[in-house]
Every structure is written in structure tokens, then in C-alpha cells.
């Protein structure tokens, strides 16, 4: 195996310790954050750093570093309280890869995803995503330990594709061809290994699907 | 579409919502996370609540759910400061499910999976794993929004099986077979749809790989 300590990492390249400390997690989530400001600019930014905090309430945490191209998306969230989070498929994820261009216009605009406006929030969806999701803004800090920023929402309404949904509640997220990042710019679709039955002691797992 | 809001979920059944929310973010990074008790045992998990924090220094985030079976993992990172992070593999997926069921004595022991002990860290490695990481505690919070615990560690030592690691710092999860996870019990492998260029606005994007 190779091995690298933190002072390896720290006294290396910055762009080989940036990709590699970056991918280190392994496989994350991809969702197009759609905002709006308050002088009325869609926004449109991708994240990998969206994830599950409680399910009663539904609750997602997103994390923001600091200083970078998703200021917008940030300062839209804390200015109007609502974001929309949208799976990104396979049929639009280099368009989803280009919102993170620094375009002086709508990202919808500049990459050609068309807007979806919905009554339930201010905040624009990707008419495209195959699962859409309405989020209220619960909580922001910022973490003493590098200035990136925890963004804790509600997430106030669901919209998810014919077919994606079993009717036990779960995801088909291979059929619906949902997108998964690695690193900073390298994109995957999933193959399903299977999908398990509970784990007790002495009992062996079973393949449900 | 099929569409749900908050209320729905909440006056739903629970066991749906619990999969239906626990699956909406996408696809989610699986570690098995090792840890050693004050009294020497040695215990393993699986997360799928890891995720990156900063690369200057490497710093990794872990969330843990209020009184779950993972409490253990949790005691012992506050009780010792050390644990570590393991990529699971196709070849092992099924015994890494089967590390979440409440054993009496060692998930190591009792799935099947070797020890692998090395003097960087107290903790406990995944011989078998094919991205291992030592990890030291830096701080840990509880979350007011519901209890979940965030722990944010630093980066302490990384080995990545040959191969895995391309020049550039990225890391070929595809070659690896790391596995992700959706929701509670699904998993899947990755199939790289493409790695691609920095984006620019007026520039068309590239596929590198």
C-alpha cells in the first residue's frame, strides 16, 4: 500500500493533497442547489456536501466552504430562508458539472437547464431532476476549525419521479440514473450490488433486491 | 410526479418515512469505522454519515444519530481520541452490513473480518480495506436541531491499496470497488460516466477520463 502521514499531505503538492483529501470519503452525494437573491437572480451551484440528519422531522445539513464559488448559493440561503436540492441524472451532469463556472448570469441560463417554479417555494428547481426537494432554513454556524460554514435545514416538500420510489419508501436510484461525485469533478452512476435485510447476531444477511 | 410534503411524511407510516428520507440526499460514502474501548475491546461499524471537511489540514466530519446501535463507536472516540476509517469493497460488503447488528462480542470476530493493528494508531484497521485512515478527535458538538452528534477529526495517516491512487491525487474508486450506499441497506458499486475538466464560463467542458 502507499502511505502518506499528515505532514506528507501538508508539505506536498496542494493540488494533489486538495483532490486526494477530497476524495478520501469515497462515493457522495450530487445535487444542483437552486436559489434565489433577493434582488430576484436564480442561482444554480453543485454540491457534494448534502447529507441526512434526522428523518422525524426531515431534517439535511449542507455543508459551504468558505470563500468559494457557492458564496452566491450561501448568501441566497441566508437572505431568503428556502433552497431547492435536485438529483442530478445522468442525462445533464456536465451541465451540472458547468453551473460551477463563475458566470455573471443565471447558471440555468448559461448551461441551458430550464427552471421549474413551484407554489410550495420561492426558490427554483431544476425542471429536469428526477427528485426535487423544497428546504427551509433551520440553523447556520460557522465551525471554529476552518470557517466552513453548517447550514441545517427542514425539508418542507418532496417531488420524486414516477418509478423512482418502492412502495416501502425507498429509492430506486439506479433507475433513476442519479448521479454520484468523487472528488471534486469526477462523476459515477451506481450498479446495485444489493439491498440487505436487517442485520441481527447469528442471523445470515439476505438479498432483498 | 409523485410528490409529498412535510406533513404527509410526518402523519405517514414510519418505517417509510425513515427509508424515504434517509435515501434523499443520493448516495452517501460508506466507511466502517474502528475503534478500541478503555477496556481493549475492538469494535466496527459502518457510516454513512462521513464527509469531507477541509484539505489544509485534511479534516474529515462524522455524524452520529442519538441512541443507535452505533453508541459504542461513539464512547470510544471520546474515550480515546483515535479511531479509524476503512473503505468498504465489493468483497466484503455483505460483512460489513452485517457489522451493524448488536453483538456481544467484536464485529471483527463475529463477521469475519481481520484486524489489521499498526503502530500510527490505537485503533483498529480493516486489513482487507482498500483506503485505510487514522483519525485523531478534534472536537465534537451535539446538534441542538435533534441531538445528532458531529465529530470533526483530523487526517492523521492515509494508505490506499496500488493502483487506487491515480498521479494526480485522485483516487480510482472504480478500481478500488469501493461501495456506497443508499439509504439504510442498499449498495451499489460506482461505473464512471466521466472525470471532467475545470469549468469556465464560454468553455466547453472535457472529458479527461
Not at 456536465?94 to 427552471?115: D, M
Not at 419508501?169 to 451506481?190: A, F, H, P, Q, R
Request: proline share 4%; aromatic share 8%; glycine share 6%.
Amino acid at each position: 500500500m502507499k502511505s502518506f502521514s499528515k505532514e506528507n499531505l501538508l508539505q506536498g503538492d496542494a493540488s494533489f493533497r486538495r483532490d486526494f483529501v477530497n476524495a478520501l470519503s469515497g462515493y457522495k452525494s450530487l445535487n444542483l442547489i437552486g436559489t434565489i437573491s433577493k434582488a430576484n437572480e436564480t442561482n444554480l451551484a453543485p454540491f457534494s456536501q448534502v447529507f441526512h440528519i434526522g428523518a422525524s422531522p426531515p431534517l439535511v445539513g449542507v455543508l459551504f466552504r468558505p470563500h468559494t464559488v457557492e458564496r452566491h448559493t450561501l448568501q441566497n440561503i441566508l437572505d431568503t430562508a428556502e433552497f431547492t436540492l435536485n438529483h442530478v441524472a445522468k442525462s445533464f451532469y456536465e451541465k451540472a458539472h458547468q453551473t460551477a463556472a463563475r458566470y455573471e448570469v443565471s447558471e440555468f441560463e448559461a448551461v441551458g437547464l430550464e427552471v421549474l417554479n413551484r407554489p410550495e417555494c420561492t426558490a427554483p428547481f431544476v425542471k429536469i431532476s428526477p427528485l426535487q426537494i423544497a428546504c427551509k432554513l433551520i440553523s447556520s454556524q460557522t465551525l471554529d476549525v476552518n470557517d466552513t460554514v453548517l447550514i441545517i435545514a427542514s425539508i418542507e416538500h418532496v417531488w420524486v419521479v414516477d418509478g423512482g420510489l418502492r412502495e416501502d419508501g425507498s429509492l430506486d436510484l439506479e433507475k433513476m440514473e442519479t448521479v454520484t461525485v468523487n472528488g471534486l469533478d469526477e462523476y459515477y452512476i451506481g450498479k446495485r450490488l444489493g439491498k440487505l435485510s436487517y442485520p441481527k447476531p447469528g442471523k445470515e444477511v439476505e438479498k432483498l433486491l
